[in-house]
């Protein structure tokens, strides 16, 4: 595709149901970050990958937020246990080299709400 | 702790008018400045980004003016239009970090 698709688009889970957010990066994109935007704030960063590598988790707010990106190129953020808390859009960004001091290329996001 | 704060928290302006946007940082390591512009719905699109080694970046209607010793830098839009009504964040990244650090948003509101 032409930019960072993900899916779904809007979720709504109840309190404690697990979810999974899929990404799909610009193809040939090495590096992938993870954001959490709360409602009226700019993103909070949660994770990122450079390839198939987490190289720093370390925003991911407790132990029940995973994300993997097995082979390279989708990822998928999982939130076990979900919180009223977690309820946020959640944005995935990809570049085309590693590093953030370049331009990054955000989806839609995916608006989580728990209820 | 906010790395990078914004500020105004919201502004209204005429068409034509030039809506004035800041924000400044602490951390000397950041390296790389964007600025994103964000519609109702959708994800931030990247709308120009500047390094420390200049003072001054433009593109079209959209300067960055950059301050290295201020530790600040700010967004200016020329003859604002309706369409450019949208939240825009500043951001700042460091070269050895994963990720940007972005401020917390500008509602630009540009009245026809």
């Known amino acids: 595709g032409a930019g960072v698709s993900q899916s779904p688009r809007y979720k709504v889970a109840k309190r404690g149901q697990d979810v999974a957010l899929r990404c799909d990066p610009i193809?040939?994109?090495?590096?992938l970050f993870w954001y959490q935007q709360a409602l009226g704030q700019g993103p909070e960063f949660l994770t990122y990958?450079?390839?198939?590598?987490?190289?720093?988790k370390s925003g991911l707010p407790s132990d029940r937020f995973f994300a993997e990106r097995p082979e390279g190129s989708v990822s998928t953020l999982k939130i076990q246990r979900t919180q009223q808390e977690d309820s946020a859009v959640y944005l995935c960004?990809?570049?085309?080299?590693?590093?953030?001091?370049?331009?990054?290329?955000f989806g839609q996001g995916t608006r989580l709400t728990v209820v | 702790q906010q790395q990078v704060k914004q500020s105004p928290q919201s502004l209204i302006v005429q068409k034509g008018g030039i809506p004035i946007i800041n924000c400044a940082y602490e951390?000397?390591?950041?390296?790389?400045f964007p600025w994103y512009q964000q519609f109702p719905g959708k994800g931030p699109a990247l709308l120009i980004a500047i390094r420390p080694d200049v003072s001054e970046k433009k593109e079209g209607r959209f300067t960055i003016s950059f301050n290295k010793s201020a530790k600040q830098f700010s967004l200016h839009i020329m003859d604002s239009q309706p369409g450019d009504s949208a939240t825009y964040f500043c951001a700042a990244s460091k070269a050895t970090g994963n990720q940007f650090y972005f401020g917390t948003g500008t509602s630009l509101t540009v009245i026809p």
């Open positions: 990958f450079q390839n198939e590598a987490q190289l720093d």
């Open positions: 193809s040939g994109h090495v590096s």
């Open positions: 960004a990809s570049s085309l080299d590693t590093g953030v001091s370049v331009e990054a290329f």
């Open positions: 951390n000397t390591a950041f390296d790389y």
